[in-house]
């Protein structure tokens, strides 16, 4: 069974740094192109950061693109968004995702995720 359990969310203040993980078990994670999604309260689930196999690929979205990071290490089965810079507007929980494809890509259709993690809260005091 496939598992991602997402750690590193909290309390910060605005301006500061967060580096989030995702744990991935139960699967060959070199197989699955990534990403971190987020929903805020009242809000649909929004696509953050994606990420291709070898994570010499990643699409950042135009709201956090110069303030967040997505990177992977494969040996270790995990997956990293570094948030720097943070915002009011970041307060949201964070969700890491997988997608199972014959093809290689950073995704960004929520629907083409197949595989989620229960979330991680971060929430950005001003």
């Known amino acids: 069974q496939v598992q991602l359990l997402e750690s590193g969310g909290g309390l910060v203040q605005a301006g500061g740094s967060l580096r989030l993980s995702c744990a991935v078990s139960?699967?060959?994670?070199?197989?699955?192109?990534m990403g971190w999604f987020r929903q805020a309260p009242g809000k649909e689930r929004e696509l953050v950061a994606a990420?291709?196999?070898?994570?010499?690929?990643?699409n950042i979205a135009e709201s956090v693109k110069g303030r967040f990071t997505i990177s992977r290490d494969n040996a270790k089965n995990t997956l990293y968004l570094q948030m720097n810079s943070l915002k009011p507007e970041d307060t949201a929980v964070y969700y890491c995702?997988?997608?199972?494809?014959?093809?290689?890509?950073?995704?960004?259709?929520?629907?083409?995720?197949?595989?989620w993690g229960q979330g991680t809260q971060v929430t950005v005091s001003s």
């Open positions: 139960g699967r060959t994670f070199l197989r699955d192109p």
């Open positions: 995702a997988a997608v199972r494809s014959l093809y290689d890509g950073t995704y960004t259709d929520r629907s083409m995720y197949n595989y």
């Open positions: 990420i291709n196999r070898s994570g010499g690929s990643t």
